[in-house]
């Protein structure tokens, strides 16, 4: 009986999913759902977004007319022309739009769902792709469990390549399946986080600073037509759901480097925001999140906060697993001669971008597990540091639970539990 009723909450979770996020449906109001409250609604269809997308016909492919328009307008027009046709969107969005600092505020702690829809290879894998890297497919109770150790926001990472033909059309049952996800978040009354992830990688990577003259430009005509497609897609989505530019925009991780990366990058937030606001809706409003050149803090004084149709509806988004030595490989010591940097980095995100009205992501930052007590500490130390400063703290968790260099672990996926108590309760001694 136990297992049964089990079954019928899930259902109503993913159903609930489903309604906020999408799909026909009525009985929708403009109020956030509780968390875990159970939902009447009347639902028009019963299949998933991805059963749906992966039904679907392709629609016939529409050749743009010559025109004279620069290579980004060209981009937006052929995106247009090629764009995954979207569930039915709801009258009213299922979660009120506010300003970034008024969401930054209600982001809390964030948790990432690495190694999951960012997996890639030289191959198409299709939907499979979200277990190649080895974690389990995302489950609603999963979203649950990850709400239920106190989290607030879940950032996705999301890979497109070899999910978008040479037109540039992205396969629309990977587009369904990342926003059924999405919509396991926002039924738990998380707010969610979609970007552009490893496109730069592997030897068919297209998103990188490297590439000069036409191929930077076809570049960016990939970057804008994808950014058409994920926006209009996700446009029904409501205040909970935000958009990231990119990930780690590089070519190596040297802190010298061409002043030419930074040109590149800037050119490249000022592309999404323009693109993203273009698809209207929702997205005239939604919360947008750009990088500085390879999300380093030393970066950030030649970031350019990119011109917009509205007011106070940008953050920046940085990372940083430093001193990588201790945080990224589980070697060294940390002690009080390492708390200056972190302070020093707090700082300058501070009083250059939260203090002046411009929240900071720290989309991505943890501790490998190792046997070192001081682990714990580091994490403690980092995580209040970011939090208690309006800097929103994201740990990464690419589902590793080994020892040493990249073993992020923290949530079992498979059982839906924590596996890393002891970290956790550092994480979220930030809110003490």
Known sequence: MKKILAKILTSIVVIGMLCSCGATATGLTDQAP??????????????????????????????????????????????????????????????PFESAVETAAK??????????????DSESLGLDAETYWGNPKTTPELVKAVKDAGFDTIRI????????????????????????????????????????HHDGQQENGWLRPTVTGEEREKMVETFTTLWTQIANYFEDCGG????????????????????????????LNQAFVTTVRATGGNNAERILITPSYNTLTAATSRYILPTDTIEGRQMLEVHCYDPWEFAGQGQGSWGSDNEA???????????????????VIMGE??????????????????????????????????GQFG??????????????????????????????
Do not use: C
């Not at 809390?108 to 890639?120: E, K, Q, T, Y």
């Not at 940097?341 to 929240?359: H, Q």
């Open 34 to 95: 509780a968390a875990n409250a159970p939902a009447t609604l009347s639902i028009e269809t019963a299949a998933t977004p991805a059963e749906a997308a992966t039904e679907a016909e392709a629609a016939t492919e529409a050749t743009p007319e010559e025109t004279s328009a620069t290579p980004a307008e060209t981009a937006v027009a052929q995106a247009d022309a090629t764009t995954a046709t979207p569930p039915t969107a709801t009258a009213t969005p299922a979660y």
């Open 107 to 120: 982001l809390g702690i964030g948790w990432n769902l690495g190694n999951a829809f960012d997996s890639i």
């Open 157 to 196: 990472p999301v890979t497109y390549i070899n999910h978008f033909d040479e037109n540039g059309k992205i396969d629309e049952a990977w587009l369904a399946r990342v926003k059924e996800v999405v919509g396991y978040a926002t039924a738990n009354d998380l707010y969610a986080i979609i970007n552009i």
């Open 240 to 267: 909970n759901v935000l958009f990231a530019g990119m990930n780690e925009f590089h070519e190596g991780y040297s802190w010298s480097y061409p002043e030419d990366y930074d040109d590149i990058t800037n050119r």
């Open 341 to 359: 940097e972190v302070e020093d980095r707090v700082n300058t995100l501070k009083t250059n971008f939260v203090d002046k009205g411009i929240p």
């Open 365 to 398: 930052y943890g501790a490998v597990r190792s046997v070192n007590p001081e682990r714990f500490d580091y994490i403690r130390y980092v995580t209040a540091g970011y939090y208690k400063n309006g800097i929103t703290p994201i740990w990464w968790d690419n």
């Open 403 to 432: 020892t040493g260099t990249e073993n992020f672990g923290l949530m079992d996926r498979t059982n839906a539990t924590v596996f890393d108590t002891e970290a956790l309760e550092a994480i979220m001694s930030a809110k003490d």
